[in-house]
């Protein structure tokens, strides 16, 4: 399975930004969906994952009511939208992919990875 994030940029505080997860060599309706985040000096953490629809969504409570993940099966694509950002959402994001629906906030269960797209917000 291949992932191309994309969508980063630049944005004030308050600003929304979206970001895009490009999935190729596997049927894509069999992955599950996550974005994680890692700022500088910080441990890289759960951002949001999706299993197949809109209706399995998880979030990290730091997110909750501001960012939203969701998936187009037809495209083979997943995105996060972030709304209202703020300074502390500056980080490199990572869309990775797995077949589990279990725990889906750990790293350890998402054997496939995108590269990272930086989101930079100021405030």
């Known amino acids: 399975v291949q992932l191309q994030a994309s969508g980063g940029g630049l944005a004030q505080a308050g600003g929304s930004l979206r970001l895009s997860c490009a999935a190729s060599?596997?049927?894509?309706?069999?992955?599950?969906m996550g974005w994680f985040r890692q700022a500088p000096g910080k441990e890289r953490e759960f951002v949001a994952a999706?299993?197949?629809?809109?209706?399995?969504?998880y979030y990290a409570d730091s997110v909750k009511g501001r960012f939203t993940i969701s998936r187009d099966n037809a495209k083979n694509t997943a995105y996060l939208q972030m709304n209202s950002l703020k300074p502390e959402d500056t980080a490199v994001y990572y869309c990775?992919?797995?077949?589990?629906?279990?725990?889906?906030?750990?790293?350890?269960?998402?054997?496939?990875w995108g590269r990272g797209t930086q989101v930079t917000v100021s405030s």
């Open positions: 990775a992919a797995t077949l589990s629906i279990e725990r889906l906030s750990r790293e350890s269960i998402y054997p496939y």
């Open positions: 060599g596997r049927a894509f309706s069999s992955l599950r």
């Open positions: 999706i299993i197949w629809s809109d209706v399995n969504t």
